[in-house]
């Protein structure tokens, strides 16, 4: 390989021999340069660096030897050919000495001079080839550095915690969170022994991928951490395998997963309360039902009367249950489709209250009711209907004979402000703050008789929340209960 | 004479259910919803024996509602029942097999929930008022 069109300068201050040499090589295709003088030549080729220099020895003004001494200091690797008379061959053989690359004696053939810059160039060519290379090894080097300390930093930065494991078992690799998750308190170091370092219920798993006993696949584990707070970190570890298929060691990435299984845990609370729920008034309707197969309480059906009406109770309570689990999961699932428009909630409660007239009749409530007009607020109406038809309703029902309801209304700062009071049996401290969970019900000889899902205000929670609203309780036991709903309006004081 | 039984259980469909069927089949029956109206009608009524829930308003009331009546003079010799779901719901066992046991219970037998009207009927008239 060599330099097919090279860059040559020619200095000789014989413009004969410069315009000869000149004129042959670019015969060549080589872009020759020329220089007369030894200064010029020093100043042409340390400006650039040149494929090939052609230096005469013998120049007018300065020895050559200087312009080959001047050019090999700036490119020590130029390549450079001394043109010499015989007379003067043994200064030239010196200069070789200098790091000229060989010379040429005057005078010389055509055929000579294309072989000796043949020869000047290949010799070029494996040194700009070597300068590439090495170039590009360092360029290399620089990304792996870079690549190194970029993938580092994701490590790092990773939240899941992350330790490599040698084949020898010793630590090589891990990030802070892999300390921090398993509040390790020793300083760790490469080649420290995993085993001196995990806590124990994760030896098992190690001890596993060593003996190979898995196969070298990976595995998942949830592991309990106690000390020093109780977390449960689902541990993933795979074995690292090289191209030949050697476990040169294992990876093991470590998630907190204690926020999910305790969302797993209440969502298992909820199914079996949930269950519970359902089963008990199967169960009583199902004791009616042997009771009336059985003949127990006689032939006539009017000897089941009590039993017959307690089970469409059961079943009515039943369905009511069966459609607020379905709204409460519509609602976490977010697929409950709401038609937002303005309502006018003065109009609402009022027609609402007026519904409740005869059951408060019954029971011979008084109400007292003050309603400002015109409160409009954003909303579906049947969530906002639902709010406080369950909250007139649970003042009916919680309430005592000849007990009141207050029902109030007003703007509040941007806010509507609507409470419903009872004077009815209240509520004991300790119920009151579960009062919004699910399935709670106060359960006293007051409370006996009176039905309901326990889901009831967990959905209207959810309903005023899904509003930015807020709904308060404010109750003493056997005295009566306040409910404050407090919701956006969408009009401007 | 009819013979008295008080029933004590928060459930008002299991007092829906086996009141009806204890008073047909010719006992006089009392109910009480938890264990303070149940010591309250115990005095009142003064029952032959006592079918008691166990877990109403605390998981215990039952209990400790066995316990008053058997410290009282007149609820010494009065049997009680214990009925509850424990057994399936905790894992919790109960055993009156022996004296020791009855008197640490301080109940008499136990039943195991859900009890069929059927089921408590025939226990009633079988065994808690067989010599009777």
């Excluded at chain 1, 009336?292 to 469409?312: A, F, N, P, V």
């Excluded at chain 1, 079943?315 to 459609?323: G, Q, T």
Aim: charged share 30%; proline share 3%.
């Amino acid at each position: 390989m060599r330099i097919d069109k090279a860059k040559i300068l020619v200095v000789d201050d014989e413009m004969g021999m410069r315009e000869g040499i000149k004129r042959l090589l670019e015969i060549e295709n080589h872009q020759v340069d020329t220089a007369e003088t030894g200064a010029q030549g020093i100043s042409l080729g340390t400006a650039f660096e040149y494929d090939l220099y052609l230096l005469d020895l013998k120049i007018g003004d300065c020895d050559g030897t200087e312009v080959l001494r001047q050019i090999k200091a700036r490119y020590p690797e130029a390549i450079c050919v001394i043109v010499t008379a015989y007379a003067s061959i043994d200064t030239a053989v010196e200069t070789t000495r200098l790091g000229a690359y060989h010379y040429i004696a005057k005078p010389f053939s055509p055929e000579e001079l294309y072989h000796l810059v043949g020869r000047a160039l290949e010799r070029r060519w494996y040194i700009l080839e070597a300068r590439r290379l090495r170039e590009e090894q360092e360029r290399r080097l620089m990304e792996v550095a870079h690549e190194k300390s970029r993938i580092r930093t994701i490590i790092n930065t990773i939240d899941d915690g992350i330790v490599v494991v040698n084949q020898e078992k010793q630590i090589v690799l891990w990030n802070p969170r892999f300390v921090k998750l398993l509040e390790i308190d020793r300083k760790i170091n490469v080649g420290d022994l995993v085993f001196d370092i995990l806590p124990e219920n994760l030896h098992e798993q190690f001890n596993q991928m060593f003996a190979g006993q898995t196969e070298l696949k990976a595995i998942k584990q949830e592991v309990v951490i106690h000390a020093p707070a109780k977390l449960v970190i689902m541990v993933n570890t795979t074995p690292i395998i090289n191209t030949s298929g050697e476990m040169l060691g294992v990876v093991s990435v470590l998630r907190d997963i204690s926020e999910l299984k305790q969302l797993d845990l209440l969502k298992s609370q909820f199914i079996n309360m949930a269950a519970h729920e359902l089963k008990a008034p199967l169960s009583a309707i199902k004791g009616y039902v042997e009771l009336l197969i059985d003949r127990t309480l006689g032939e006539t059906l009017e000897s089941y009367k009590q039993q017959l009406d307690r089970s469409r109770e059961r079943i009515d309570a039943l369905v009511s249950l069966i459609n607020d689990l379905l709204n409460i999961s519509r609602m976490e699932a977010g697929t409950i489709r709401r038609d937002i428009e303005p309502i006018d909630l003065s109009n609402l409660l009022t027609h609402t209250v007026e519904f409740f007239h005869t059951d408060m009749d019954k029971r011979s409530l008084t109400l007292d009711s003050s309603i400002e007009p015109n409160l409009v607020m954003d909303a579906d109406r049947e969530e906002i209907q639902r709010v406080f038809t369950n909250l007139i309703s649970n003042a009916i029902k919680y309430n005592k004979e000849n007990g009141k309801i207050t029902v109030n209304a007003q703007r509040d700062n941007g806010y509507i402000r609507v409470q419903i009071a009872d004077t009815g049996i209240g509520l004991k401290p300790e119920e009151k703050e579960h009062l919004f969970e699910e399935f709670f019900r106060a359960k006293n000889p007051l409370t006996r008789n009176i039905t309901g899902t326990g889901l009831g205000l967990t959905i209207l929670k959810k309903i005023v929340d899904s509003y930015a609203g807020r709904i308060e309780v404010e109750s003493e036991f056997e005295s009566g209960s306040t409910f404050t709903v407090i919701l956006p309006t969408n009009q401007i004081n | 004479m009819k013979h008295k039984i008080l029933l004590v259980d928060d459930d008002v469909d299991l007092i829906n259910l086996y009141q009806p069927i204890l008073q047909n089949a010719g006992f006089e029956v009392e109910v009480a919803f938890n264990a303070e109206e149940g010591i309250q009608k115990f005095s009142q009524f003064k029952p032959e024996a006592m079918l008691v829930d166990l877990a109403m308003e605390h998981f215990d009331s039952g209990f400790v509602l066995c316990k008053k009546i058997k410290s009282l003079p007149e609820g010494k010799n009065i049997p009680v029942v214990i009925m509850t779901a424990a057994a399936h719901e905790t894992g919790i066992r109960f055993s009156t097999q022996t004296e020791e046991e009855k008197n640490w219970i301080k109940a008499d037998d136990y039943l195991d929930k859900p009890i069929s009207a059927r089921d408590l009927l025939q226990y009633v008239t079988e065994k808690l008022f067989k010599n009777r």
